[in-house]
């Protein structure tokens, strides 16, 4: 059979949106792992309770068509020490030896782009002590260091916890109180990092000499143990004293060994002894035994701040620092600045001219600079004048000033910078000063000359000598380093991407640079005219919300101009700015320029979609541009004609290329996952069932579908069962059924289903599918909900809005919550009666809402009535809303009935008329309105065949709460076919 396949190779859509059965995206957060607990606080906040250490397992179920993708996000909590937001894109978010910073509340984010994404969310709090500290003091004015008798001693025990943790004081075995003696006080000091106690002893005593331990308790809490520290205090117990066998400057050449002593004079117990060095750890080969610490051959690199601290919990650690400089210069740098006054950026004639150089040093002062001209040491004169410190320039620089200069002044400058009778080799840097060169600078033994940065550069244009004078422009070159294992929405990448031609480049001075590549590959940005001249050039982020670089930096320099991105992933995309660095050539204004990243295949979803590589355009030029896709047409497609196609697609930048796997075999199916109610138990013979349904995913792509493969595997088995289903002519969005039967509960399968066309097999799809306890819909016999089981007769949470209805009787109910708004109890009177009710205090806002959604009915008459008792009590009262989502083809929300303001501190009964054209939930939406005195509630909500009665309501059934007035006038609003409705809104 002929297939017509046709290609837009160039624009192919990111999404396929189809018709009937697809379905918003909807969430549920389950947990698993090693939780000690999970409750539910006051304001129905679910909390995950975990010890650190273990392994936090959270899953996010999703249901919707097609399959939702989910994203995993994180803010800081109650026990996290900081901020910080981590993202995955898994269902399942597994943290090994979780730590207390990554407590804090989670957030699953499912979407699949039809409606809006759902999102829930669950607070996990880490529980966890560490070893207590305790550290003894004693009162200032002791000079003497020792502790005698009657002297004020304070033992302070300090712990890091979650909870708050308890402490308990004991002299021996002895457990102290506060005030149990005049000479004892336990207290908790104020602006301490921690929980600390301290345990005071007054005018200190001989009985006062004991051993003390501080015992620190969670209560057991996740199963962790209490902790206790102990220590003795004597009549010799003292603080620690430190001195050094050398000064606290010590400066060395390369290659020599170093050997420090740090002696201790006292203290009591006998104080520990440790080395440290900032920044970073100590030197690779560094020996600290005690209080000796020995660098062998010590190299510029170890150049630091060495600090050797002393501690035994008494009193302050004793701390002495030695600042060790090794001798060494790198980095010589050379800047040229012309005549700031007459604004000029070129050398010429009659202008002053100064040449600076600098090295960074160690130490920095010490450093002498010689400078030479034409190879001859430069003879100092009224036009020729060396300066040491410019106050523009960094410190210990030196600048040969050439005023009024002359054709003699011409020639070849050298600055040499020397450390005097120092092992440290010199560095030194020339330039070409000449009619011709325009002063471009030479670089010698690790000289950073020969750049500058003209009119229009980033620090990179480099002229050799005896080049042209004048400015240059800016070009940007960039290479791509494609990888094998490249994806684009699911297709694999053409390796073939290459480097774009920098010469194309030259005009895009001052403008934004878009640049488009796919992810995992390697990316280099590069500024610069020449390729083999190195140019330091400083990268940075211009997104505000991405203010660091892939490094982890905020600013990075680089010698070649260059900004490596590895493997660039989708938070790379964004704007990146490269300025010209200090010391590149001529002393003029600053240079940048920036280039947009746009990172592709953000979906693994859809089929695959070219790269294009376009530079900034007029409008102009876009209208007046070809046509920006391409065709390909294949007549007659049979298996010589299946294979992989190229498409490449190119424009002044650059080319790019996409490859295409060509077949006639059928795409994978789509499973539906938004079946309500999908299991069915028997629970005599302890099977269920499960009603699979799936779309077709493109059916018209292809020859006909003539059939589906069905594999059902119970998981952990190797054998499957596998069946033929023959199907008709499937059409796109056509949502397709079949009953799995005999499934034994509580086992889980996994499903395969293979779609067959004459061509043969198609693409694979496949799914798990788990045991769950049905919920049944109510039975309209007995169908008053009044909301006293925890299960809410099935009723759910919508994951769409922005918070959720509450349950809750007078004895649960919130002893903090706002006065003068919400019922005190339900309908019936009763303190154990329950009613659903949503909570408008803070952090609502208005016009917040939130939707209690009922089970599905299926529609079996044409006309239906709900009735319920509302409860609308507060000032701030916004508005309570009855919707009807008809599911027949895809779920439709339309609104039935809306009530605002408030009707004071009474349960009023609402009658509302519907007729659902097929099967259906009802919704009930709570609006918050302008302030937190807005609490809305409803119960007793009735679902009965036929219409809503016409005469008054009973004004018995109008139930007035203590204290209350008569309700006022309402403000009514009803939708639907029909105007038939009742509502009591008087006494």
């Given at each position: 059979?002929?297939?017509?396949?046709?290609?837009?190779?160039?624009?192919?859509?990111?999404?396929?949106?189809?018709?009937?059965?697809y379905?918003p995206?909807?969430?549920?957060?389950?947990?698993?792992?090693?939780?000690?607990?999970?409750?539910?606080?006051?304001?129905?906040?679910?909390?995950?309770?975990?010890?650190?250490?273990?392994?936090?397992?959270?899953?996010?179920?999703v249901?919707?068509?097609?399959?939702?993708?989910?994203?995993?996000?994180?803010?800081?909590?109650?026990?996290?020490?900081?901020?910080?937001?981590?993202?995955?894109?898994?269902?399942?978010?597994?943290?090994?030896?979780?730590?207390?910073?990554?407590?804090?509340?989670?957030?699953?984010?499912?979407?699949?782009?039809?409606?809006?994404?759902?999102?829930?969310?669950?607070r996990?709090?880490?529980?966890?002590?560490?070893?207590?500290?305790?550290?003894?003091?004693?009162?200032?004015?002791?000079?003497?260091?020792?502790?005698?008798?009657?002297?004020?001693?304070?033992?302070?025990?300090?712990?890091?916890?979650?909870?708050?943790?308890?402490?308990?004081?004991?002299?021996?075995?002895?457990?102290?109180?506060?005030?149990?003696?005049?000479?004892?006080?336990?207290?908790?000091?104020?602006?301490?990092?921690?929980?600390?106690?301290?345990?005071?002893?007054?005018?200190?005593?001989?009985?006062?000499?004991?051993?003390?331990?501080?015992?620190?308790?969670?209560?057991?809490?996740?199963?962790?143990?209490?902790?206790?520290?102990?220590?003795?205090?004597?009549?010799?117990?003292?603080?620690?004293?430190?001195?050094?066998?050398?000064?606290?400057?010590?400066?060395?050449?390369?290659?020599?060994?170093?050997?420090?002593?740090?002696?201790?004079?006292?203290?009591?117990?006998?104080?520990?002894?440790?080395?440290?060095?900032?920044?970073?750890?100590?030197?690779?080969?560094?020996?600290?035994?005690?209080?000796?610490?020995?660098?062998?051959?010590?190299?510029?690199?170890?150049?630091?701040?060495?600090?050797?601290?002393?501690?035994?919990?008494?009193?302050?650690?004793?701390?002495?620092?030695?600042?060790?400089?090794?001798?060494?210069?790198?980095?010589?740098?050379?800047?040229?600045?012309?005549?700031v006054?007459?604004?000029?950026?070129?050398i010429?004639?009659?202008?002053?001219?100064?040449?600076?150089?600098?090295?960074?040093?160690?130490?920095?002062?010490?450093?002498?600079?010689?400078?030479?001209?034409?190879?001859?040491?430069?003879?100092?004169?009224?036009?020729?004048?060396?300066?040491?410190?410019?106050?523009?320039?960094?410190?210990?620089?030196?600048?040969?000033?050439?005023?009024?200069?002359?054709?003699?002044?011409?020639?070849?400058?050298?600055?040499?910078?020397?450390?005097?009778?120092?092992?440290?080799?010199?560095?030194?840097?020339?330039?070409?000063?000449?009619?011709?060169?325009?002063?471009?600078?030479?670089?010698?033994?690790?000289?950073?000359?020969?750049?500058?940065g003209?009119?229009?550069?980033?620090?990179?244009?480099?002229?050799?000598?005896?080049?042209?004078?004048?400015?240059?422009?800016?070009?940007?070159?960039?290479?791509?380093?494609?990888?094998?294992?490249?994806?684009?929405?699911?297709r694999?990448?053409?390796?073939?991407?290459?480097?774009i031609?920098?010469?194309?480049?030259?005009?895009?001075?001052?403008?934004?640079?878009?640049?488009?590549?796919?992810?995992?590959?390697?990316?280099?940005?590069?500024?610069?005219?020449?390729?083999?001249?190195?140019?330091?050039?400083?990268?940075?982020?211009?997104?505000?919300?991405?203010?660091?670089?892939?490094?982890?930096?905020?600013?990075?320099?680089?010698?070649?101009?260059?900004?490596?991105?590895?493997?660039?992933?989708?938070d790379?995309?964004?704007?990146?700015?490269?300025?010209?660095?200090?010391?590149?050539?001529?002393?003029?204004?600053?240079?940048?320029?920036?280039?947009?990243?746009?990172?592709?295949?953000?979906?693994?979803?859809?089929?695959?979609?070219?790269?294009?590589?376009?530079?900034?355009?007029?409008?102009?030029?876009?209208?007046?541009?070809?046509?920006?896709?391409?065709?390909?047409?294949?007549?007659?497609?049979?298996?010589?004609?299946?294979?992989s196609?190229?498409?490449?697609?190119?424009?002044?930048?650059?080319?790019?290329?996409?490859?295409?796997?060509?077949?006639?075999?059928?795409?994978?199916?789509?499973?539906?996952?938004?079946?309500?109610?999908?299991?069915?138990?028997?629970k005599?013979?302890?099977?269920?069932?499960?009603?699979?349904?799936?779309?077709?995913?493109?059916?018209?792509?292809?020859?006909?579908?003539l059939?589906?493969?069905?594999?059902?595997?119970?998981?952990?088995?190797?054998?499957?069962?596998?069946?033929?289903?023959?199907?008709?002519?499937?059409?796109?969005?056509?949502?397709?059924?079949?009953?799995?039967?005999?499934?034994?509960?509580?086992?889980?399968?996994?499903?395969?289903?293979?779609?067959?066309?004459?061509?043969?097999?198609?693409?694979?799809?496949?799914?798990?599918?788990?045991?769950?306890?049905?919920?049944?819909?109510?039975?309209?016999?007995?169908?008053?909900?009044?909301?006293?089981?925890?299960?809410?007769?099935g009723?759910?949470?919508?994951?769409?809005?922005?918070?959720?209805?509450?349950?809750?009787?007078?004895?649960t109910?919130?002893?903090?919550?706002?006065?003068?708004?919400?019922?005190?109890?339900?309908?019936?009177?009763?303190?154990?009666?329950?009613?659903?009710?949503?909570?408008?205090?803070?952090?609502?806002?208005?016009g917040?809402?939130?939707?209690?959604?009922?089970?599905?009915?299926?529609?079996?008459?044409?006309?239906?009535?709900v009735?319920?008792?509302?409860?609308?009590?507060?000032?701030?009262?916004?508005?309570?809303?009855?919707?009807?989502?008809?599911?027949?083809?895809?779920?439709?929300?339309?609104?039935?009935?809306?009530?605002?303001?408030?009707?004071?501190?009474?349960?009023?009964?609402?009658?509302?008329p519907?007729?659902?054209?097929?099967?259906?939930?009802?919704?009930?939406?709570?609006?918050?309105?302008?302030?937190?005195l807005?609490?809305i509630?409803?119960?007793?909500?009735?679902?009965?065949?036929?219409?809503?009665?016409?005469?008054?309501?009973?004004?018995?059934?109008?139930?007035?709460?203590?204290?209350?007035?008569?309700?006022?006038?309402?403000?009514?609003?009803?939708?639907?076919?029909?105007?038939i409705?009742?509502?009591?809104?008087?006494?």
């Amino acid at each position: 059979m002929e297939v017509t396949c046709l290609l837009l190779l160039a624009l192919i859509p990111f999404h396929c949106q189809g018709q009937g059965v697809y379905a918003p995206a909807q969430a549920q957060i389950v947990h698993a792992g090693q939780a000690c607990v999970v409750k539910e606080d006051n304001i129905s906040e679910r909390v995950y309770t975990i010890r650190e250490g273990d392994t936090l397992v959270l899953q996010c179920l999703v249901t919707g068509h097609p399959r939702p993708q989910v994203r995993w996000t994180k803010t800081a909590g109650s026990a996290s020490d900081k901020f910080q937001e981590t993202s995955v894109f898994n269902e399942t978010l597994r943290i090994e030896h979780i730590a207390r910073t990554q407590g804090g509340r989670y957030y699953c984010k499912a979407e699949n782009g039809v409606g809006v994404p759902a999102i829930k969310s669950i607070r996990v709090d880490v529980q966890y002590l560490d070893e207590p500290v305790l550290t003894v003091h004693q009162t200032v004015s002791d000079v003497r260091g020792n502790f005698y008798q009657e002297k004020t001693v304070f033992l302070r025990c300090t712990v890091n916890s979650n909870p708050p943790a308890r402490f308990i004081w004991k002299r021996g075995s002895d457990t102290l109180s506060h005030s149990q003696d005049n000479g004892v006080d336990i207290y908790e000091p104020l602006y301490t990092q921690g929980e600390t106690k301290v345990l005071k002893l007054k005018n200190l005593r001989p009985q006062d000499y004991a051993s003390y331990t501080c015992q620190v308790s969670v209560r057991n809490v996740c199963g962790i143990p209490d902790k206790a520290i102990t220590f003795r205090l004597t009549n010799t117990t003292a603080p620690p004293a430190l001195k050094l066998s050398v000064n606290e400057t010590l400066v060395v050449n390369p290659g020599e060994n170093v050997t420090v002593q740090c002696l201790l004079t006292g203290g009591d117990p006998l104080p520990q002894l440790q080395w440290s060095h900032g920044p970073g750890p100590l030197p690779l080969g560094a020996l600290a035994q005690g209080g000796t610490l020995c660098i062998p051959s010590v190299q510029a690199g170890d150049s630091g701040y060495y600090n050797c601290t002393a501690t035994n919990n008494v009193g302050n650690p004793a701390k002495k620092t030695i600042n060790l400089l090794v001798r060494s210069m790198k980095n010589a740098t050379f800047q040229i600045t012309p005549d700031v006054i007459k604004e000029s950026e070129n050398i010429q004639l009659g202008q002053d001219l100064k040449l600076s150089c600098h090295v960074d040093a160690v130490p920095q002062e010490k450093v002498t600079y010689q400078w030479f001209k034409n190879g001859k040491p430069a003879r100092m004169s009224k036009r020729l004048l060396v300066t040491r410190n410019d106050p523009e320039l960094p410190a210990v620089t030196s600048s040969l000033e050439l005023i009024d200069l002359h054709f003699s002044d011409y020639g070849t400058y050298l600055c040499m910078a020397s450390f005097p009778g120092a092992p440290v080799s010199d560095l030194s840097v020339e330039v070409n000063i000449s009619s011709e060169t325009g002063g471009q600078p030479e670089g010698h033994r690790g000289a950073a000359g020969n750049q500058r940065g003209l009119e229009g550069g980033c620090g990179g244009s480099s002229l050799e000598k005896g080049g042209q004078r004048g400015p240059h422009l800016f070009r940007l070159y960039t290479f791509l380093e494609p990888l094998l294992s490249a994806r684009c929405h699911g297709r694999p990448w053409n390796k073939a991407v290459g480097k774009i031609d920098s010469a194309l480049l030259e005009n895009v001075v001052g403008k934004l640079l878009f640049f488009q590549v796919a992810s995992q590959t390697n990316l280099s940005l590069q500024t610069g005219m020449h390729e083999s001249r190195k140019h330091f050039q400083r990268w940075s982020r211009v997104d505000k919300e991405a203010a660091l670089l892939p490094s982890g930096l905020a600013l990075e320099e680089t010698q070649d101009g260059k900004l490596r991105l590895e493997r660039v992933s989708r938070d790379m995309s964004g704007t990146y700015r490269c300025q010209t660095a200090r010391y590149n050539g001529f002393n003029v204004r600053p240079r940048e320029a920036q280039v947009q990243l746009n990172v592709q295949c953000e979906s693994a979803r859809s089929p695959a979609r070219p790269s294009t590589l376009q530079p900034p355009r007029s409008p102009a030029a876009a209208a007046a541009e070809a046509p920006d896709h391409a065709e390909l047409l294949l007549d007659a497609l049979t298996r010589d004609s299946s294979g992989s196609y190229d498409c490449s697609v190119s424009n002044d930048v650059g080319s790019a290329a996409c490859l295409f796997q060509v077949s006639a075999k059928a795409y994978s199916p789509e499973f539906y996952f938004d079946t309500p109610n999908p299991t069915r138990s028997h629970k005599l013979s302890k099977n269920y069932s499960y009603v699979l349904q799936w779309t077709q995913r493109e059916p018209e792509a292809v020859d006909p579908v003539l059939s589906y493969r069905l594999s059902v595997r119970q998981l952990n088995q190797h054998n499957a069962m596998v069946k033929a289903i023959p199907v008709r002519r499937v059409e796109k969005g056509q949502l397709l059924e079949y009953i799995l039967t005999d499934l034994r509960v509580p086992h889980s399968y996994e499903i395969r289903l293979t779609p067959y066309t004459t061509f043969g097999a198609g693409d694979v799809a496949s799914r798990v599918i788990h045991y769950t306890e049905p919920i049944n819909s109510p039975n309209l016999s007995d169908n008053t909900c009044h909301f006293e089981d925890d299960k809410i007769c099935g009723y759910t949470q919508d994951p769409t809005d922005n918070f959720d209805w509450t349950r809750q009787n007078a004895l649960t109910q919130n002893p903090k919550r706002s006065p003068n708004t919400g019922p005190p109890m339900d309908i019936s009177g009763t303190p154990e009666g329950h009613y659903m009710f949503i909570e408008t205090s803070r952090p609502r806002e208005l016009g917040d809402r939130a939707r209690l959604v009922s089970p599905l009915y299926n529609a079996s008459a044409k006309f239906y009535c709900v009735s319920f008792f509302y409860h609308m009590y507060g000032k701030h009262i916004g508005s309570l809303n009855l919707l009807v989502r008809s599911r027949n083809k895809g779920a439709l929300d339309t609104h039935a009935w809306s009530l605002s303001g408030n009707k004071g501190n009474v349960w009023q009964q609402a009658h509302v008329p519907i007729n659902p054209s097929g099967p259906f939930q009802i919704i009930f939406e709570g609006v918050r309105g302008s302030g937190y005195l807005g609490d809305i509630a409803i119960d007793d909500v009735t679902l009965k065949k036929g219409e809503c009665p016409r005469k008054q309501m009973d004004p018995s059934k109008v139930v007035v709460m203590p204290g209350s007035g008569a309700p006022r006038q309402s403000s009514l609003r009803l939708w639907g076919p029909t105007a038939i409705f009742l509502l009591a809104l008087q006494r």
